[in-house]
């Protein structure tokens, strides 16, 4: 799956893959493993994707929604969705292309996020290249096969961007770094803004990271800092008018924009948490090796996020990049770490560890993790020669393709009982009876009947808000709700009692009920 060969410097594009020996090795090997990974990579996101996971998060229904409008409402298009907590609109654009293109379903929906998974993949290995042929074919070998990037791209949300944007942005800033140019810092920029503004929340810190990455560079390497000061103004403009949409959408509507953030951080004195923040936060710095994210929807049985061999293998990459910190190329990539793990210590709401908030660390992971291996091929080379390289990169290639296989083995083999609730498969249920039974109702507050909305566009069902008492039941075929509780506060109780149950949960328990006014 991998070759070993010599690092490249990082200012540089890689240089090519050489032997352990000093032979040179074909670009059509370095190809055909680039390859393979990419091949893997998208089977893992794509296999089965119509059943599994199954079901439609309300997350996801909002994105599809949305979608939908873009497609069919005239003059709706904004750069910013108020909706589900406020979203950058970029995903739902995606997604309404392929609608166009493939149809409107829940299949397209997470092809489009499984596709952008890919894509992370890709530019994993266009990042981590950068400092060697071998570093960029480890860290996009953990990109194809982690679970935890399984997980995000096989979901139709917009946090399966982050990867493959936070990639590009670091590698503008890599490729500005190079050539110092007016171009390249402009280039620099508006991907820097695309990436911050228009995705997801962990890369809003691109910008701290920018201005770190500069002050640092400004210390140590002032002939550089020089050079980079030329390409401010580009760098800046291009951000500003890349970023103005989004930029006046926050100046204009501030608690819209910033409310989702405030609302998870410890400022908020409303904040719900399920530990300490000291708990949270050794939680949060654990999860590489220790433990996962209890949600599953993000992680399969709470598995870690690398496991023990891999966060060996980033730590002594992590150890390179500090070694060789007064380099502008890996003193991005370390800053980088830190700065993207601020999101997951700062954001204490809900169940800890987080992994959609981490998602900012998977490229400069993937770098830290090619640098390891890099490392420990390079050890290996010292002390047995060329047998030791090229027995570390088999015990690698071993290792990707077993975590390849383990990964895709969690995620493809879970019971539907275990994904029933964290995609709402109740109501997925309710639409199918729903969608059949025309005229009808469905009781689900706002956020929830999204799913409802997607699912049944061409008939949708009237939506009754829970507590709220139908006045005239007879102008329904018929009114569905996930309890009898929501039918008799909107029925009666004769009404309630004599409801059907029209789907259960895999376990038999009632999930979905049905009243015939």
């Known amino acids: 799956m991998l070759e070993s060969v010599s690092p490249a410097p990082a200012r540089g594009p890689a240089a090519p893959a050489r032997e352990p020996g000093g032979a040179a090795v074909p670009r059509w090997a370095v190809a ?3 390859g393979a990974i990419l091949a893997i990579a998208a089977f893992l996101r794509f296999v089965d994707l119509a059943v599994n996971p199954g079901g439609l998060y309300t997350d996801e229904a909002t994105e599809a929604y949305d979608a939908l409008r873009l497609l069919h409402v005239p003059g709706f298009h904004p750069v910013f969705l108020a909706d589900g907590g406020g979203r950058e609109a970029l995903f739902a654009y995606a997604v309404a292309g392929v609608f166009r293109l493939a149809g409107e379903t829940v299949l397209a929906l997470r092809a489009t996020a499984a596709g ?7 530019a994993t290995w266009l990042l981590a290249r950068r400092f060697g042929t071998l570093a960029g074919l480890a860290g996009a070998g953990w990109a194809a096969g982690s679970l935890w990037l399984i997980c ?3 979901d139709g949300m917009r946090n399966a961007m982050v990867p493959l944007f936070g990639a590009l942005a670091l590698l503008a800033l890599l490729e500005w770094e190079r050539r110092r140019s007016g171009r390249s810092a402009a280039l620099a920029g508006a991907m820097a803004a695309l990436a911050a503004l228009y995705t997801y929340q962990p890369l809003k810190l691109i910008p701290l990271l920018v201005l770190l990455w500069l002050l640092w560079v400004r210390r140590v390497d002032r002939a550089t800092w020089r050079e980079l000061r030329r390409g401010l103004i580009p760098l800046v403009a291009a951000f500003l008018v890349v970023g103005a949409p989004m930029l006046l959408t926050a100046a204009t509507d501030p608690v819209g924009y910033f409310g989702r953030a405030a609302m998870v951080s410890p400022l908020n004195p409303g904040v719900q948490s399920d530990s300490s923040l000291p708990i949270h936060w050794l939680r949060t710095l654990g999860m590489f090796a220790v433990v996962g994210d209890p949600n599953a929807r993000h992680d399969v049985d709470a598995l870690p996020l690398l496991g023990w061999p891999l966060t060996v293998a980033a730590a002594v990459g992590c150890l390179r990049l500090w070694r060789l910190r007064r380099d502008p190329g890996h003193a991005l990539i370390l800053l980088a770490l830190p700065v993207f793990l601020l999101a997951p210590l700062l954001a204490v709401e809900g169940e800890s560890p987080h992994f959609l908030r981490a998602l900012g660390l998977a490229a400069p992971l993937g770098v830290a993790i090619g640098l390891g291996v890099e490392s420990l091929v390079g050890e290996a080379r010292r002390r047995r020669g060329a ?5 570390a990169t ?5 290792v990707l393709l077993a975590l390849a296989a383990a990964s895709g083995q969690a995620y493809l083999s879970r019971p539907a009982a275990d994904r029933y609730d964290a995609y709402s498969y109740d ?8 969608g059949a039974a025309h005229g009808s109702a469905v009781i689900l507050d706002d956020y929830a009947a999204t799913a409802v909305r997607f699912l049944d566009a061409a008939d949708p069902p009237a939506v009754l808000a829970p507590g709220t008492r139908v006045a005239d039941p007879a102008a329904y075929r018929a009114v569905f709700a996930c309890s009898r509780a929501a039918l008799a506060s909107a029925l009666g ?3 309630a009692a004599s409801a059907s149950i029209v789907a259960r949960d895999p376990v038999g328990r009632p999930r979905v009920w049905a009243a015939s006014p």
Do not use: Q
Request: charged share 5%.
């Open 493 to 495: 109780p004769a009404a």
């Open 427 to 434: 109501l997925t249920a309710m639409a199918a009876v729903a």
């Open 116 to 122: 952008f998974g890919v894509a992370g993949v890709a």
């Open 152 to 154: 995000v791209s096989r």
């Open 394 to 398: 088999a015990i690698t290639s071993i």
């Open 32 to 34: 055909a493993t680039l």
């Open 387 to 391: 047998t030791g390289a090229r027995g």
